[in-house]
């Protein structure tokens, strides 16, 4: 139990390390020593939790307060770490699947003139996050947020000479500025109501706190979360992030950093039992980002941007069921999510590594003769998020939508948006197959295929958009060539694709809704939730899983009639308003470079004229004062000790004035 | 009895002969160890060179100066343990305490010490001004400032502030070839003659009052049934208040600070931030909090108050409209001062901490950012105005980097050091009930950070001029800007050891065992 601070102080060493002596070691020193810290990391990880799982059910919370960090009088924050159930699972998921990225990476970076740097910010982003979910307070936890934020910026940004890949970092700077807002306003709120920021503490004040309270807390944080976890209206950067390099997409914007908004309003769970509408909110919020997410997906071509939508779409998923008080299921999602999403990341990856860094999916087709290995476990993947049972993805999805089900009120509704979108799921995720693996014709052969617009029905390049610049992935640009022949990705880049593929096809067993005994998580988990709501009864839970199996198969069906047989023309399903993701983007990118620009050049000149020259005016006056000053600082000893005589008399007079009064 | 004892006790009756009628106080020589060390050391090393001359190495004196620093910082632990052990003592027939405020002194002054050797080390033999005399004023002036920390006695203490004074008045002038090193320290020995003569004046006074110079002694008498508004005890401390206020630099007597400061050498500079403002700081708690303490308080705080609010906001403003950074950091450091004065305001004990870990603080934000000016300002120190600094992250990203740290922790961000002993300091004054000092503190906290951001501004965002020369960062002053830079972020981010150990470094008076 006293070991909990070394699941951090791994990838902490890790980091310093590598910041140090990266360059020095080099490739693939440089990888394994990152990979190292984080195995480390996942075995401590392991042994704690072991050590928790022996303490009996309820009393399995323990703190360790490793220094007091801000000590301020009745404001006390402590650099102090809570093991709990609920964070020691994040940590499991985090490090285990943290591991096997870092080691798909060694393969996948190699010869990039940064290496080290890249596995630098690697162990700092997984100690970012461990600080994230294994802090005891609301500021801890926020400077693991931050961290991993600044991770995301840097490594999005990694090509930095790429001025696309180095505005989409900025705009993901920008986008979870604002959600950050949320954070720190209601951590404010918190100190406020509670008089403390601790965890343990909020929850045991929190049943007494009022409605309107709660609900004003819920809603600060869950606009935090809506930036980290890119929900409406905050999404715009998570499909911009895929200009980071492929290992950097599948940890941080698809397996953990993405989900610490979940994690968020989990851990907030006791307020958000009192927040009233506000779980409404998040549900429905929740359900239209799964809906829109999962119709952009459809019409996108760049293979990593139909991933970055569906992690949008899945993500939406995780809100949905947090605003059905359905947390169980949640997390439950969110860590068969963590694999099967990783796991068609890397997969993704492993594609774009073997076709020459080329990512439009229309130049691929026929993977599947050269890449048996990535199509097997990609297959897999697929499989698992489209919600085919027996794998993972359909016994999280079902979860959360039984448990959407019975909300109070219009949860039915939220239940057919959910299969909407988890019909869409499956049919884009067909379709990326289809496109990638199958299709008929090896498509990078025919040489017209280079010069397809980026966006179908949108030949000229919009040049105010540069939400679409971030597609050119991968620095390396070789050029895909008709003669060229891909073979599968080296085996430290397959390895890690195999593992993930058997724990996306298993990872349902965690929570089988069949029996009792089977609900291994609710049972994990249960201690550390308030308010998790049940689900409906059996026979209603049989009947909504029918439903989504036979969604689940029309969708992979439709798909297969359009992509493979080629039924129906493709062109009327792909519309630009889908492969424009709603215009929500642009509509963004216009107001900010209209009315927007106007307001903020007003804002600008406001602060030009009235602020600059408030500053300019105390500037003058300061000036003005320091010019007196120098006066006074003539340089000369007899004025200087002339001020000091004049200061000690001034004193003694204050001293005689007193004493007589 | 053990040898060393038996020969000590016979060297005391050599050396002492004692009047008669006059009382030999027993000394305690292990309890005054890390002083004898650092004395010991300066006047050892004084002999050594004067007899070998030439044949010293270069290397001798920094190292033996690092040494003794180092020798009696480890001095400091057993007596750390025997003040764990016993409590507070007072050694010297009363003159000397041995206490956990002049414990935790001794080792900040020992740091500060290592931080000037480190940087004289690179800076004298740029500079063409290798002698061993640096080093033998600089261990002499920290001895004088150990001493003036651990004072029990009124005349011990102005004992003290005259080593470590006459020791900074010829560092400062010791630049043979800078005229303003000169005329800095022509400026410093007249106008701290002058300010000595108010604290002697008000020593004399205060025993006039009370009868007596001893500490103890005094806040025994103030503790008993007197008239409060007592002309010559009020008297007394307000020209006490003058000579110690001139040594830490409290406006209004500041005003040799900036050309002082800008004209000393620059190591030096950062010594004087360091050692110097720490002696006077440790005497101002001593006399003031401890021994005017308790019944005492209300009759200086307002005092105390006017000079902390003067200096918050003279030290703030001033700094914004230099042009020279060296001059600057000048300014800041009266800024500073108020900051930690704020400490000495609160009078008690959290106030104490506080205090005292902010000069801990300081001793090593200083130490970097003198180091930093030394290193930009070239042979002869000519290169430190903000111009000379423009597009430094382009040309040394490195260094750069080091002084950004150094100055938000200056500025107080969160996650360095600087923030919290800011917040300490401040919370201190709230607790005592002065929270308008508190805000003003805090608002002058922002005027300044506009200073040091400009002057980050100037090094990321200026471009650097054609042909800004190449500049080399020397060993010594490499290792010395990075204990600065780990030092600040690992007090910021891991406070908690030494801050607890600050929170046992509270001064006590010990009535001497007649």
């Known amino acids: ?661 | 009895m053990s040898g060393p004892s038996v020969l000590a006790a016979a060297l005391q009756d050599v050396l002492i002969e004692p009047a008669p009628g006059f009382e030999v106080p027993s000394i305690d020589w292990a309890g005054i160890a890390p002083n004898l060390i650092l004395m010991l050391g300066s006047i050892l090393l004084l002999t050594v060179v004067s007899v070998l001359k030439r044949r010293v190495p270069s290397w001798f004196a920094p190292v033996w100066t690092i040494s003794a620093a180092v020798a009696a910082g480890c001095a400091v632990v057993p007596l750390w343990q025997r003040f764990a052990d016993t409590g507070p003592e007072t050694l010297v027939g009363g003159a000397v305490g041995l206490d956990g405020f002049s414990l935790f002194a001794t080792v900040v002054v020992c740091i500060a010490v290592v931080f000037v050797a480190l940087l004289l080390a690179d800076y004298l033999p740029r500079e063409s001004l290798e002698s061993p005399e640096w080093y033998v004023l600089v261990l002499l002036s920290a001895s004088g400032a150990v001493t003036m920390a651990s004072a029990d006695d009124l005349i011990v203490l102005f004992v003290g502030l005259e080593i470590l004074s006459v020791a900074a008045y010829v560092m400062t002038a010791m630049h043979r070839r800078r005229v303003t090193s000169q005329e800095a320290g022509l400026k410093y020995f007249v106008l701290g003659a002058f300010s000595s003569a108010f604290l002697l004046y008000g020593i004399a006074l205060t025993y006039g009052a009370t009868g007596s110079t001893n500490l103890a002694e005094i806040q025994a008498f103030l503790a008993g049934d007197v008239v409060t508004q007592n002309a010559l005890l009020l008297g007394g401390l307000a020209f006490m208040l003058v000579g110690l206020g001139f040594k830490v630099g409290a406006v209004p007597f500041h005003s040799w600070a900036p050309d002082v400061y800008q004209g000393a050498p620059t190591p030096i500079s950062g010594y004087m931030a360091g050692a110097v403002k720490l002696g006077a700081f440790a005497a101002l708690l001593r006399v003031f909090v401890v021994a005017f303490g308790p019944a005492y308080r209300q009759e200086w705080q307002p005092l105390v108050a006017v000079l902390a609010v003067l200096s918050l906001v003279v030290g703030a403003f001033a700094a914004i409209s230099q042009t020279n950074v060296k001059r600057m950091l000048a300014y800041s450091s009266i800024n500073h001062a108020g900051f930690i004065l704020l400490g000495v305001l609160a009078a008690s004990a959290a106030g104490t901490e506080s205090a005292l870990f902010y000069l801990l603080a300081y001793t090593f934000m200083a130490a970097g950012s003198f180091a930093v000016v030394t290193v930009v300002g070239r042979t002869g120190e000519h290169r430190q105005s903000l111009e000379d600094y423009r597009g430094l992250a382009s040309v040394r990203p490195g260094l750069a980097l080091v002084f950004t740290v150094l100055l938000l922790s200056q500025a107080g961000v969160p996650l360095t050091v600087g923030f919290l002993a800011k917040l300490y300091v401040v919370t201190a004054a709230v607790e005592s009930g002065f929270d308008w000092v508190a805000v003003v503190a805090m608002l002058t906290a922002v005027v300044s950070a506009f200073m040091y951001l400009r002057i980050v501004a100037t090094m990321y965002f200026a471009d650097a001029p054609e042909g800004a020369p190449a500049l080399r960062i020397p060993a010594a002053t490499g290792v010395a800007l990075g204990l600065s830079v780990v030092g600040v972020l690992l007090l910021g981010i891991v406070p908690g050891p030494v801050s607890d150990w600050a929170n046992e470094a509270v001064a006590q008076l010990v009535v001497a065992a007649p």
């Open chain 1, 1 to 661: 139990m006293e070991l909990i601070w070394l699941i951090p102080a791994f990838p902490v060493l890790g980091f310093v390390l590598l910041a140090a002596l990266g360059r020095r070691i080099g490739d693939p020193g440089a990888g394994a020593l990152g990979t190292l810290a984080v195995v480390g990391s996942f075995a401590a990880s392991v042994a704690v939790a072991l050590t928790l799982a022996q303490e009996p059910e309820g009393s399995r919370q323990v703190t360790q307060t490793l220094w007091a960090w801000i000590p301020a009088d009745s404001f006390q924050v402590s650099f102090g770490l809570l093991a709990d159930e609920l964070s020691l699972m994040m940590c499991l998921f985090i490090t285990g699947v943290g591991a096997l990225i870092h080691v798909y990476a060694i393969g996948y970076m190699k010869g990039d003139p940064d290496y080290a740097r890249f596995f630098t910010y690697l162990n700092l982003f997984i100690a970012s996050m461990l600080l994230l979910v294994l802090g005891d307070n609301l500021i801890l936890t926020f400077l693991g947020w931050e961290g991993v934020g600044a991770c995301s910026y840097l490594l999005i940004s990694f090509w930095f000479t790429e001025p696309a890949n180095a505005s989409a970092g900025k705009k993901a700077f920008v986008t979870n500025r604002i959600g950050d807002f949320g954070y720190m306003l209601g951590t404010f709120l918190v100190f406020v109501t509670f008089g403390t920021i601790d965890y343990l503490q909020i929850d045991q004040a929190a049943p007494g706190v009022s409605a309107g309270t709660a609900t004003a807390i819920a809603l600060l944080f869950f606009l935090a979360a809506t930036g980290k976890s890119a929900q409406l209206p905050l999404f715009v950067w998570l499909p911009d992030a895929m200009a980071g390099p492929t290992p950097v997409s599948a940890l941080i914007h698809a397996a953990t950093m993405v989900t610490s908004g979940v994690f968020l309003l989990t851990r907030l769970s006791p307020i958000l039992e009192a927040a009233g509408w506000a779980n409404d909110l998040i549900a429905w919020v929740g359900a239209i980002t799964a809906l829109l997410a999962a119709g952009a997906a459809v019409a996108q071509n760049d293979i990593k941007k139909v991933l970055a939508y569906s992690t949008v779409s899945q993500l939406g998923f995780m809100f949905i069921a947090i605003g059905s008080q359905n947390y169980v299921g949640a997390l439950f999602h969110m860590i068969t999510h963590a694999f099967f999403k990783a796991l068609l990341f890397l997969g993704a990856g492993a594609v774009i590594y073997s076709m020459a860094h080329e990512q439009d999916m229309r130049r691929y087709g026929q993977l599947r003769r050269y890449l048996p290995v990535t199509f097997a476990t990609m297959f897999i993947g697929w499989l698992a998020i489209s919600g085919i049972p027996p794998f993972s993805g359909f016994w999280s999805k079902d979860e959360i939508l039984a448990g959407s089900f019975q909300v109070q009120p219009a949860g039915q509704l939220l239940w057919v948006a959910g299969i909407i979108a988890a019909v869409l799921t499956a049919f884009y995720m067909t379709r990326l197959m289809l496109m990638t693996f199958a299709g008929g014709t090896e498509q990078w052969r025919t040489p017209a295929a280079e010069s397809l617009p980026e966006v179908p029905g949108d030949d000229h390049t919009d040049d105010h958009t540069d939400a679409h610049a971030g597609a050119h992935d991968d620095h390396h640009a070789h050029h895909l060539t008709p003669e060229h022949n891909p073979k599968d990705a080296p085996v430290i880049m397959l390895a890690p694709l195999v593992i993930l593929a058997v724990f996306a096809a298993l990872a349902g067993l965690l929570n089988l809704p069949f029996a009792d005994q089977l609900h291994f998580l609710d049972h994990w988990v249960e201690p550390v939730l308030e308010g998790q709501s049940g689900l409906p009864s059996a026979a209603v839970q049989w009947g909504l899983a029918l439903v989504s199996i036979v969604g689940a198969l029309l969708g992979v069906w439709f798909s297969w009639r359009v992509y493979q047989q080629h039924r129906v023309d493709r062109a009327k399903l792909e519309q630009p308003v889908l492969a424009h993701a709603w215009y929500i983007d642009d509509s963004y990118a216009r107001v900010a470079g209209g009315p927007g620009e106007a307001a903020f050049q007003g804002l600008a000149d406001f602060d030009h004229e009235v602020v600059d020259g408030a500053v300019r005016g105390v500037g003058g006056v300061t000036q003005q004062a320091g010019e007196a000053v120098r006066g006074i600082q003539t340089g000369f000893v007899r004025s200087y000790a002339f001020g000091i005589g004049i200061g000690a008399v001034a004193l003694v007079l204050f001293a005689v004035v007193r004493m007589s009064l």
